[in-house]
């Protein structure tokens, strides 16, 4: 079953501008910690079912997550949650520790924020016993990365007016972008241009 088969895509720079100065770098863009996990909070219910089959026993088994969440430190990111679990009569609560991976693509100008691995025992009780039957990855349901538009979309023009009464027209970018993962945030850090932009202009001879 997937129930997660969407594209989150916000438009960073106007929801969350956090652009301040740092050594060798002159713009960097921050992703909180918190903004992730409200993703979830506005997604709603996770939660999935499939079938298992054990010996000639066949049936279906739910989970549920509890509060999922992404934590960022340095140099890691990780995922948490707590996960119901229901398997015909018999039902447990587990914590499940998954992993995280975050990059940036400065093709797409995308940060990448993506669950790779979230793990939980699938268990059944079998002649009175509990007998486990094999984990269930919950990253399978996370197919589409959380998606953030990096600095590369700052790129501003500005015209300016020389005494002599001509024009420059002036080409702001960032270049050179790199990703850190720090404690509670990841960041993106760019250097800036500034280019003139020449335009061309045809003159007719009287």
Not at 69 to 78: D, G, M, Q, V
Not at 83 to 96: E, M, R
């Amino acid at each position: 079953m997937s129930f997660f088969r969407k594209t989150i895509l916000f438009s960073f720079l106007f929801i969350f501008p956090f652009f301040t100065k740092a050594q060798n770098q002159d713009l960097i863009v921050t992703l909180k910690e918190s903004v992730l996990n409200k993703m979830f909070s506005a997604i709603g219910d996770i939660k999935g079912t499939s079938t298992y089959s054990f010996m000639f026993i066949e049936g279906n088994y739910t989970w549920d997550m509890i509060n999922p969440r992404i934590k960022l430190h340095a140099n890691k990111a990780s995922f948490e949650s707590d996960v119901k679990v229901k398997v015909g009569k018999h039902d447990y609560l587990i914590k499940v520790d998954g992993l995280v991976e975050i990059c940036y693509e400065p093709t797409t100008n995308l940060i990448y924020v993506e669950i790779t691995k979230a793990e939980f025992p699938l268990n059944i009780i079998f002649l009175g016993n509990l007998k486990h039957l094999w984990d269930v990855d919950l990253a399978k349901y996370f197919e589409t990365p959380f998606t953030f538009e990096g600095p590369l979309t700052m790129g501003t023009e500005m015209v300016f007016t020389m005494p002599d009464g001509t024009s420059k027209t002036i080409y702001c970018h960032p270049l050179n972008c790199g990703v850190k993962i720090a404690e509670k945030q990841v960041t993106v850090s760019a250097e800036t241009e500034f280019v003139e932009r020449k335009i061309n202009t045809l003159t007719e001879k009287k």
